[in-house]
């Protein structure tokens, strides 16, 4: 199967999902959900969504495996799918709507195809690697330099990573006076493929996860978005701790502020691990 389809029947598997999410939307009772780690949930939801994805793309591609959030965690030298079935899991069961279903595919530890897609919405967020990015299948084009004071940026509260709390209020502090205005949206694929077609022109984040990201940053690629570490290193999917993603010129003055800040926390400044 050649890429282009391939891709067509990825995004048609997540809005198969997303229907079936959507059939569940603001019926959730307050305080549902099971908390699996501080501030981070799971519903049955998430579960179900991940088992029909996994079902549908490991028989789309033979031979492929599954890495995903809340069940399989599998990887190959060959086909591997990373996917989150609900990225936003606690603005999904609270009835908030901004939440995304991402998936991409890795071969040979490349990313060569994703999709994010939006139910509430409809919208979605599709990337070939080297042949482009589409926004509701619109090619979008590579976003212009821009300054970080024209800018408007968005981030995530450290619930993951209390170690950066202080390091994340400080910097949020300096980046509010320094841009146009911060914002949480509560999905970092969202985050990223907004920041990418010029929704936002930046995000940062520490301790995401490769599911969160995996195919919003073919997105941000593709879209000629810049992409590192806290203190600009390149962004390694399954081992970097911290990311920056932003469009140029917004970038370079993001790192500088972040870098800053969050040099007072050693895991992150030596590259270590998730808490």
Known sequence: MDRETLLEKLLTCLKETGAYQLEHFRKFAHGSGNEKAAGEFVSHIDIESEGLLHDRLVSLL??????????????????????????????????????????????????????VYRPFSGEHFTALRDRGAWYQYRPIAPPGSSKLKDSLVATAFPYRSPDTADAFFACAREMLYASRGLRRVGSAALDICYTAAGFLQGFWEPDLQPYDVAAALLFSRECGGVTTDFFNNPYELFSSTSLISAIPGVHGEMQEIIGKHYACVPRLAQGGSHP
């Open 62 to 115: 033979p031979g492929s495996v599954f890495f995903g959030e809340e069940t399989v965690q599998q990887r190959s030298h060959a086909y591997t799918w990373v996917v989150d079935p609900i990225d936003g899991t606690t603005n999904y069961i609270s009835g908030f709507s901004e939440w995304s279903i991402s998936a991409a595919l890795i071969e040979s530890d490349i990313t060569v195809l994703s999709a």
